[in-house]
Protein backbone atom coordinates (compact mmCIF):
# COMPACT_ATOMS: atom_id res chain seq x y z
CA UNK A 1 0.00 0.00 0.00
CA UNK A 2 1.26 3.24 -1.26
CA UNK A 3 2.55 5.89 1.77
CA UNK A 4 0.00 8.89 1.21
CA UNK A 5 1.28 11.69 3.33
CA UNK A 6 -0.55 15.21 4.51
CA UNK A 7 1.35 17.01 1.79
CA UNK A 8 0.03 14.38 -1.23
CA UNK A 9 -3.69 15.73 -0.33
CA UNK A 10 -2.82 18.78 0.15
CA UNK A 11 -1.16 18.81 -3.52
CA UNK A 12 -3.92 16.99 -5.05
CA UNK A 13 -6.54 19.09 -3.16
CA UNK A 14 -4.50 21.91 -4.93
CA UNK A 15 -5.12 20.65 -8.55
CA UNK A 16 -8.48 19.50 -7.93
CA UNK A 17 -10.18 21.68 -5.45
CA UNK A 18 -11.87 18.58 -4.19
CA UNK A 19 -12.22 18.07 -0.23
CA UNK A 20 -9.53 16.35 1.86
CA UNK A 21 -10.82 13.48 2.82
CA UNK A 22 -12.23 12.88 -0.88
CA UNK A 23 -8.74 13.94 -2.09
CA UNK A 24 -7.19 11.24 0.51
CA UNK A 25 -9.55 8.25 -0.51
CA UNK A 26 -8.91 8.84 -4.25
CA UNK A 27 -4.95 8.50 -3.38
CA UNK A 28 -5.28 5.56 -1.57
CA UNK A 29 -7.61 4.14 -4.27
CA UNK A 30 -5.07 4.99 -6.86
CA UNK A 31 -2.17 3.99 -5.10
CA UNK A 32 -0.71 7.35 -4.93
CA UNK A 33 -0.72 7.84 -8.51
CA UNK A 34 -1.69 11.36 -8.94
CA UNK A 35 -2.92 10.82 -12.64
CA UNK A 36 -5.19 7.92 -11.57
CA UNK A 37 -6.71 10.50 -8.41
CA UNK A 38 -7.43 13.20 -10.68
CA UNK A 39 -9.30 10.36 -12.95
CA UNK A 40 -11.07 8.97 -10.22
CA UNK A 41 -12.07 12.26 -8.69
CA UNK A 42 -13.27 12.96 -12.63
CA UNK A 43 -15.24 10.05 -12.38
CA UNK A 44 -16.72 11.01 -9.02
CA UNK A 45 -18.00 14.12 -10.79
CA UNK A 46 -19.41 12.34 -13.32
CA UNK A 47 -21.29 10.26 -10.94
CA UNK A 48 -22.73 13.18 -9.12
CA UNK A 49 -23.30 15.10 -12.23
CA UNK A 50 -25.71 12.36 -13.16
CA UNK A 51 -27.70 12.24 -10.38
CA UNK A 52 -28.22 15.52 -10.47
CA UNK A 53 -28.97 16.60 -14.15
CA UNK A 54 -32.26 17.19 -13.65
CA UNK A 55 -32.13 19.70 -10.76
CA UNK A 56 -32.52 23.44 -12.08
CA UNK A 57 -29.32 25.85 -11.52
CA UNK A 58 -30.33 29.06 -11.90
CA UNK A 59 -28.15 30.92 -9.50
CA UNK A 60 -24.36 31.33 -10.40
CA UNK A 61 -22.32 33.91 -11.53
CA UNK A 62 -23.23 36.23 -14.41
CA UNK A 63 -19.51 37.82 -15.85
CA UNK A 64 -18.71 39.84 -18.45
CA UNK A 65 -14.88 39.86 -20.07
CA UNK A 66 -13.12 42.28 -22.98
CA UNK A 67 -10.00 41.42 -24.58
CA UNK A 68 -7.26 43.92 -24.52
CA UNK A 69 -7.63 46.17 -27.26
CA UNK A 70 -11.56 46.42 -26.70
CA UNK A 71 -13.11 44.96 -29.77
CA UNK A 72 -14.17 41.48 -28.79
CA UNK A 73 -16.17 40.80 -25.17
CA UNK A 74 -18.14 37.72 -24.23
CA UNK A 75 -21.16 37.74 -21.66
CA UNK A 76 -21.66 34.13 -19.42
CA UNK A 77 -23.38 32.73 -16.66
CA UNK A 78 -21.81 30.03 -14.79
CA UNK A 79 -24.72 28.09 -13.08
CA UNK A 80 -25.46 26.58 -9.91
CA UNK A 81 -28.30 25.47 -7.95
CA UNK A 82 -27.91 27.56 -4.48
CA UNK A 83 -27.14 31.37 -4.01
CA UNK A 84 -24.70 29.98 -1.46
CA UNK A 85 -22.31 28.51 -3.87
CA UNK A 86 -23.06 30.91 -6.58
CA UNK A 87 -21.74 33.59 -3.96
CA UNK A 88 -18.77 31.29 -2.88
CA UNK A 89 -15.12 33.55 -3.62
CA UNK A 90 -13.58 30.49 -5.48
CA UNK A 91 -16.65 29.76 -7.79
CA UNK A 92 -16.81 33.64 -8.87
CA UNK A 93 -12.88 33.29 -9.45
CA UNK A 94 -13.92 30.04 -11.43
CA UNK A 95 -16.34 31.74 -13.72
CA UNK A 96 -14.22 35.01 -13.98
CA UNK A 97 -11.54 32.27 -15.11
CA UNK A 98 -14.46 30.50 -17.90
CA UNK A 99 -15.20 34.12 -19.49
CA UNK A 100 -11.56 34.87 -19.92
CA UNK A 101 -11.46 31.60 -21.66
CA UNK A 102 -14.48 31.99 -23.65
CA UNK A 103 -13.72 35.23 -24.96
CA UNK A 104 -11.75 32.96 -27.51
CA UNK A 105 -14.35 31.12 -29.11
CA UNK A 106 -17.57 32.04 -31.30
CA UNK A 107 -19.59 29.65 -30.16
CA UNK A 108 -20.78 27.78 -26.70
CA UNK A 109 -19.81 24.46 -28.24
CA UNK A 110 -16.84 25.36 -29.48
CA UNK A 111 -15.91 26.53 -25.62
CA UNK A 112 -17.09 23.81 -24.32
CA UNK A 113 -15.04 21.74 -26.00
CA UNK A 114 -11.79 23.98 -25.42
CA UNK A 115 -8.78 22.51 -23.15
CA UNK A 116 -9.15 23.96 -19.38
CA UNK A 117 -6.52 22.86 -17.87
CA UNK A 118 -5.77 19.65 -19.44
CA UNK A 119 -9.37 18.46 -19.78
CA UNK A 120 -12.19 19.92 -21.76
CA UNK A 121 -14.69 22.91 -20.36
CA UNK A 122 -17.35 20.88 -19.88
CA UNK A 123 -15.27 17.92 -17.74
CA UNK A 124 -14.55 20.73 -15.59
CA UNK A 125 -17.68 21.59 -14.98
CA UNK A 126 -18.82 17.70 -14.19
CA UNK A 127 -15.44 17.85 -12.26
CA UNK A 128 -16.78 20.43 -9.84
CA UNK A 129 -20.21 19.25 -9.95
CA UNK A 130 -18.13 16.09 -8.19
CA UNK A 131 -16.13 18.43 -5.79
CA UNK A 132 -19.07 21.08 -4.97
CA UNK A 133 -21.96 18.49 -4.59
CA UNK A 134 -24.57 20.85 -7.01
CA UNK A 135 -24.83 20.80 -10.96
CA UNK A 136 -22.44 23.31 -12.39
CA UNK A 137 -23.16 24.63 -15.87
CA UNK A 138 -22.34 27.12 -18.55
CA UNK A 139 -25.93 28.81 -18.87
CA UNK A 140 -25.66 32.17 -20.98
CA UNK A 141 -23.25 32.38 -23.50
CA UNK A 142 -22.86 35.71 -25.80
CA UNK A 143 -20.24 37.14 -27.92
CA UNK A 144 -19.95 40.60 -28.92
CA UNK A 145 -17.34 42.11 -31.42
CA UNK A 146 -16.87 46.06 -32.34
CA UNK A 147 -14.69 49.07 -33.04
CA UNK A 148 -15.10 49.62 -28.82
CA UNK A 149 -16.03 47.23 -26.72
CA UNK A 150 -17.27 48.17 -22.73
CA UNK A 151 -18.88 46.13 -20.27
CA UNK A 152 -20.56 46.17 -16.63
CA UNK A 153 -21.29 43.49 -13.80
CA UNK A 154 -24.05 44.35 -11.73
CA UNK A 155 -23.47 43.80 -7.74
CA UNK A 156 -23.73 40.25 -6.93
CA UNK A 157 -22.70 38.92 -10.27
CA UNK A 158 -26.17 38.72 -11.26
CA UNK A 159 -26.28 40.47 -14.42
CA UNK A 160 -23.61 41.68 -16.60
CA UNK A 161 -23.42 43.36 -20.11
CA UNK A 162 -21.24 44.58 -22.63
CA UNK A 163 -21.76 47.04 -25.48
CA UNK A 164 -20.41 48.21 -28.64
CA UNK A 165 -19.81 51.58 -29.90
CA UNK A 166 -19.20 52.43 -33.06
CA UNK A 167 -15.69 54.33 -32.81
CA UNK A 168 -12.46 54.07 -29.98
CA UNK A 169 -12.53 57.85 -28.71
CA UNK A 170 -11.30 59.51 -26.00
CA UNK A 171 -14.33 59.44 -23.19
CA UNK A 172 -15.35 56.03 -24.78
CA UNK A 173 -14.76 53.73 -22.01
CA UNK A 174 -16.78 55.60 -19.27
CA UNK A 175 -19.90 56.33 -21.99
CA UNK A 176 -19.76 52.29 -22.99
CA UNK A 177 -19.86 51.08 -19.40
CA UNK A 178 -23.00 53.83 -18.72
CA UNK A 179 -24.60 52.71 -21.38
CA UNK A 180 -23.95 48.92 -20.34
CA UNK A 181 -25.45 49.86 -16.75
CA UNK A 182 -28.34 51.11 -18.99
CA UNK A 183 -29.32 47.65 -20.13
CA UNK A 184 -28.51 45.99 -16.98
CA UNK A 185 -30.86 48.30 -15.36
CA UNK A 186 -33.56 48.82 -17.73
CA UNK A 187 -33.51 45.06 -20.36
CA UNK A 188 -33.93 46.42 -23.28
CA UNK A 189 -35.47 43.77 -25.89
CA UNK A 190 -33.33 45.28 -28.85
CA UNK A 191 -31.22 47.68 -29.37
CA UNK A 192 -33.35 49.90 -31.87
CA UNK A 193 -36.83 49.47 -33.59
CA UNK A 194 -35.72 47.39 -36.25
CA UNK A 195 -34.21 44.75 -34.23
CA UNK A 196 -37.85 44.45 -32.55
CA UNK A 197 -39.29 41.32 -33.54
CA UNK A 198 -42.58 41.45 -36.27
CA UNK A 199 -45.00 39.41 -33.65
CA UNK A 200 -44.09 41.44 -30.59
CA UNK A 201 -44.80 44.78 -32.88
CA UNK A 202 -48.13 43.26 -34.06
CA UNK A 203 -48.96 41.69 -30.62
CA UNK A 204 -48.79 45.34 -29.15
CA UNK A 205 -50.72 46.95 -31.89
CA UNK A 206 -53.81 44.62 -30.84
CA UNK A 207 -53.57 45.86 -27.46
CA UNK A 208 -53.59 48.97 -27.84
CA UNK A 209 -56.56 48.70 -30.25
CA UNK A 210 -58.38 46.43 -27.71
CA UNK A 211 -57.69 49.26 -25.17
CA UNK A 212 -58.84 52.28 -27.03
CA UNK A 213 -61.83 50.52 -28.36
CA UNK A 214 -62.45 49.91 -24.58
CA UNK A 215 -61.97 53.27 -24.08
CA UNK A 216 -64.81 53.84 -26.94
CA UNK A 217 -62.48 55.49 -29.56
CA UNK A 218 -63.84 55.02 -32.97
CA UNK A 219 -62.40 52.53 -35.18
CA UNK A 220 -61.80 54.47 -37.91
CA UNK A 221 -58.74 56.57 -35.68
CA UNK A 222 -57.83 52.90 -33.99
CA UNK A 223 -54.56 52.67 -36.64
CA UNK A 224 -52.84 56.18 -35.99
CA UNK A 225 -53.03 55.89 -32.46
CA UNK A 226 -51.68 52.57 -32.17
CA UNK A 227 -49.29 53.55 -34.17
CA UNK A 228 -47.96 56.03 -31.89
CA UNK A 229 -48.19 54.04 -28.99
CA UNK A 230 -45.83 51.73 -30.69
CA UNK A 231 -43.68 54.53 -30.76
CA UNK A 232 -44.34 54.60 -27.23
CA UNK A 233 -42.58 51.29 -26.81
CA UNK A 234 -40.16 51.43 -29.18
CA UNK A 235 -38.71 54.34 -26.73
CA UNK A 236 -39.37 52.34 -23.51
CA UNK A 237 -38.01 49.16 -25.14
CA UNK A 238 -35.52 49.70 -27.04
CA UNK A 239 -31.26 50.58 -25.66
CA UNK A 240 -30.94 53.69 -28.05
CA UNK A 241 -34.12 54.76 -27.68
CA UNK A 242 -35.07 55.01 -23.71
CA UNK A 243 -34.26 58.13 -21.35
CA UNK A 244 -30.69 57.73 -20.21
CA UNK A 245 -31.35 56.54 -16.53
CA UNK A 246 -28.67 59.18 -15.68
CA UNK A 247 -30.14 62.20 -17.35
CA UNK A 248 -33.65 61.60 -18.04
CA UNK A 249 -33.80 65.00 -20.30
CA UNK A 250 -31.83 62.68 -23.15
CA UNK A 251 -32.24 59.58 -24.78
CA UNK A 252 -28.99 57.01 -24.65
CA UNK A 253 -28.08 57.78 -28.42
CA UNK A 254 -28.25 61.70 -27.82
CA UNK A 255 -25.80 60.69 -25.09
CA UNK A 256 -23.72 58.96 -26.60
CA UNK A 257 -23.22 61.34 -29.42
CA UNK A 258 -21.43 63.16 -26.80
CA UNK A 259 -18.33 61.58 -27.61
CA UNK A 260 -19.22 62.95 -31.46
CA UNK A 261 -21.94 63.15 -33.03
CA UNK A 262 -21.00 59.99 -35.69
CA UNK A 263 -20.79 57.82 -32.45
CA UNK A 264 -23.71 55.33 -32.39
CA UNK A 265 -24.04 52.15 -30.26
CA UNK A 266 -24.15 49.17 -32.41
CA UNK A 267 -24.95 46.39 -30.37
CA UNK A 268 -25.09 45.02 -26.64
CA UNK A 269 -25.78 41.10 -24.89
CA UNK A 270 -27.20 40.97 -21.63
CA UNK A 271 -27.36 37.89 -19.32
CA UNK A 272 -28.71 37.57 -16.21
CA UNK A 273 -29.57 34.84 -14.10
CA UNK A 274 -32.78 33.05 -13.08
Do not use: W
Not at 172 to 191: F, G, R, T, W
Not at 260 to 272: L, P
Amino acid sequence: MANITAADVNKLRQITGAGMMDCKKALVEAEGDFDKAIEILRKKGQKVAANRSDRESTEGAAIAYVNADKTQGVVITLNCETDFVGKNEGFVALAHQMAEKAINFATKEDFLASDFGGMTVSEKLIEQTGVIGEKIEIGSFEKLEGAFIGSYIHAGNKIAVITALSANVEGADEVAKNVAMQAAAMNPISLDETGVDQSIIDKEIEIAKDQLRAEGKPEAMLDNIAKGKIQRFYKDNTLVNQDYIKDGSMSVSKYVQSLGNDVTVTGFKRVALG
